[in-house]
């Protein structure tokens, strides 16, 4: 015979919209996995924030010198001339939408108790986000090879192609970028309901999302003229860029810091043996 007894998590509950979830529906006993699942958000979220501080690094070093997207036929003679150098960045990205997919996975397994469908739907649209990611950069790499095997051929085809795949590019990004939105915003709150996250943390998370898809949705332009440094899409990226580091970043560290214990303020609670 067996009975529930505490160990050292005192009794609590955790609120959110849908009732109170007490520590046996929390995590019973799958507390471990749960735990795991915590470690494996941590290192993918980390591994979101680097991903793309190195991709925003790597594309102001070397991307923004290249490609200016505003003249395709200069921008495509720089890009099928630098085509290797041009898969840094690419790949960059890639790894982000990975690690995007991971820690939405990860939260998933550990949060899911707390909001089921809310979860669901923050899920789907990381993966959605992950994927297209993932499939939008490294697809690209391979068309710059085919571009420039075009553009020895017959040079204004490969100026009306590779500027019909900047636009291609740019729609499946602020699509990405969207659902990205969608995931922030749906996490940030559940986590904070389950006392997962600290209360700045989700304002942070609130805001990053918001601009997310806010600058996605009105549009990011080009810089080329004064007049674009006042365009909402402008404001918005100003905040968006620096949070596509940060918020993952810190997201890692609150989740690599709490200790076992924390599940507590989950409502968790453990068995032991008679």
Known sequence: MS????TEYPRTAATTGGGTITNESFVGSGSGSRMGARRVGAFAAIALGLSNLGATIYGIVVGVPIVNNIDPGR???KVTANTLLMSGQGTLRALAGLS???LALALAEWLQAAAPFALRVGTA???????LLIMGNVGTLGIYD?????NSKDHPAAVAAFAALAV??????????VMLGVFVLIS???AARSRVISRPLFYVGVV?????IGAHVTGITPLSSSRDFLTPSFVLGIVMGPLLIVWPIWLGVELLRSRPTSVAALGATTTAPA
């Open 3 to 6: 009975s529930a007894v505490p």
């Open 75 to 77: 921008d495509l003679a």
């Open 100 to 102: 995007l997919i991971l």
């Open 125 to 131: 649209a990381a993966v959605i986000s992950g994927a």
């Open 146 to 150: 085919e571009l420039a095997q075009i």
């Open 168 to 177: 291609v590019v740019s729609l499946i990004h602020g699509a990405a970028y």
């Open 188 to 190: 940030a709150v559940v």
């Open 208 to 212: 990053f999302g918001i601009t997310l």
